[in-house]
Structure formats: structure tokens, C-alpha cells
């Protein structure tokens, strides 16, 4: 039998809790700490860092997804 797990947590740009895979979800860093970010703030700030000549974050199929428990 195979369990699942996911991270719970507020985004670090809105605030809203979201769940996601602690290994693959895109994350930016404040104050030296790496903080999870959501789909929706990715998808805003994009069209920002492409203008300012920074790269997108990039967001990983599955960064949003149930892991199997094995991978914790």
C-alpha cells in the first residue's frame, strides 16, 4: 500500500495556503530562507522578471502534486 503526502503552507507573495510537492514547487528567497511560491503569483510575476531581462520560474509539472510517501 502507497501513501501520499504534500506540503501545506502560505505563499510567500499572497499568502494563501496552498499545497505542493516539497520537492519540486518553486520557491524564492527572503531573508536567506527559501519560501514556497504559488501557481497564480508565478503567473504574475512572470511578465515582470521576463521584462527585466531575469528569468521566468520555472514551474515543474508536478510541483503542485501529491508525492508518494517514500520520497519524503
Do not use: W
Request: overall charge negative; proline content about 11%.
Amino acid at each position: 500500500m502507497t501513501g501520499y503526502a504534500f506540503m501545506v503552507s502560505p505563499c510567500v507573495g499572497c499568502g494563501r495556503v496552498f499545497t505542493y510537492n516539497p520537492h519540486r514547487v518553486p520557491s524564492i528567497t527572503v531573508r536567506g530562507s527559501r519560501e514556497p511560491i504559488c501557481q497564480a503569483c508565478v503567473d504574475a510575476v512572470n511578465p515582470t522578471r521576463v521584462a527585466n531581462g531575469l528569468d521566468p520560474i520555472v514551474v515543474l509539472p508536478d510541483a503542485y502534486d501529491a508525492i508518494p510517501e517514500e520520497e519524503l
